[in-house]
């Protein structure tokens, strides 16, 4: 196959940073269009990084006949209909998280990717492919602790935007966590309780910040997340995990990272080498709409959590592929 001819929807942040490694560090690919609301803000980013076209509407770069596969990155609530078209349109997607905006919403794509019959969906969960958790879960995975008995995670931002709300907080900023953890773990996760203690002076409005969530898995295995949103001291996320016989623990960097486009750098090359790659042989990679929708039933979970103080059950269908 020649270069897969890719549109990117969604020129903020994580559009632009796609865009870029597209740009200059993923082979086997070409960035054909770039869509955004503001279609200034689409236009600038095309410019910088040679694309061709540009439109405002995300469901006509979409259903344009010259694309091989999509990139969504706007904004979460209009995930659901964008990654539904380009099932529609039998188009891979990689879509940032969240799938969707809710549980129900993730499981309708979840739905729709079966019917189509082939694994079009991948989550932009990049944590996966960080070369620490990828070596944490091949020593795990090795037997080198035996069992997984307890998990500690810290996931420090040094600032975050005003905008910022307590949903956020969970489905924006925690997820990682819990995509990471039913990753490591091999497992789902049951319930969730969510505890906010003393809050800095700097928390956004509204916003628990720090707070502590516990996952626990489905073995009992026990999960807890610190979740500090305005660390100030820079970005800082840690992993340990406790078994029978030792721990693995993710490495600390010598001093921390700037923010997560600087700490995950590698994971998002990474990511988009691999998906690429999947676009040439047909395989699929990565975070699957399953992963997408389990992760927003667990922070669905956590949000109600939040907001009453008490253990909550996560409500999960079974998976069809696994009959549970
Ligand atoms: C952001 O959207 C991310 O995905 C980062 O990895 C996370 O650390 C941050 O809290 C989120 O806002």
């Not at 803000?41 to 770069?61: M, N, T």
Request: hydrophobic share 45%.
């Amino acid at each position: 196959m020649t270069d897969a001819r890719i549109g990117i929807i969604g020129a903020g942040a994580m559009g632009s940073c796609h865009a870029r490694l597209l740009a200059s560090e993923v082979a086997g690919a070409r960035l054909v269009a770039v869509a955004d609301v503001d279609r200034g803000r689409a236009a600038a980013l095309a410019d910088a990084v040679g694309a061709p076209r540009v439109s405002d509407d995300g469901r006509e770069l979409i259903a344009s006949p010259d694309l091989d596969a999509v990139i969504i990155a706007s904004s979460p609530e209009t995930h659901e209909e964008l990654v539904l078209a380009c099932l529609d349109a039998g188009t891979p997607v990689l879509c940032e998280k969240p799938l969707a905006a809710t549980a129900e919403a993730g499981r309708r794509i979840f739905e729709a990717e079966a019917a189509t019959g082939a694994p079009l969906v991948t989550l932009g969960f990049m944590r996966r492919y960080d070369h620490g958790y990828v070596d944490l879960k091949r020593r795990l995975d090795g037997g080198e602790i035996g069992d997984p008995l307890l998990v500690h995670c810290v996931h420090r931002n040094a600032d975050i935007p005003d905008s910022f709300d307590q949903r956020l907080a969970i489905t924006d900023s925690v997820v990682h966590e819990v995509d990471i953890v039913r990753w490591l773990l091999g497992e789902e996760v049951a319930a969730v309780t969510v505890i906010a203690g003393r809050a800095t002076r700097r928390a956004p409005a509204g916003v628990r910040d720090p707070q502590v969530v516990i996952l626990e898995a489905r073995s009992g295995v026990v999960v807890d997340v610190e979740s500090f949103l305005r660390a100030q001291y820079g970005y800082d996320v840690r992993c340990e995990v406790v078994g029978e016989t030792g721990t693995l623990a993710l490495p600390v960097p010598a001093s921390p990272a700037r923010g997560f486009q600087d700490r995950f750098e590698q994971a998002y090359r990474d990511e988009l080498r691999a998906w690429v790659s999947g676009l040439h042989d047909g395989t699929a990679s990565g975070a699957s709409a399953w992963d997408g929708y389990a992760a927003g039933a667990v922070t669905e979970a956590c949000v109600g959590s939040a907001r009453t103080g008490l253990r909550t059950e996560v409500q999960l269908e079974p998976d069809p592929r696994r009959g549970g």
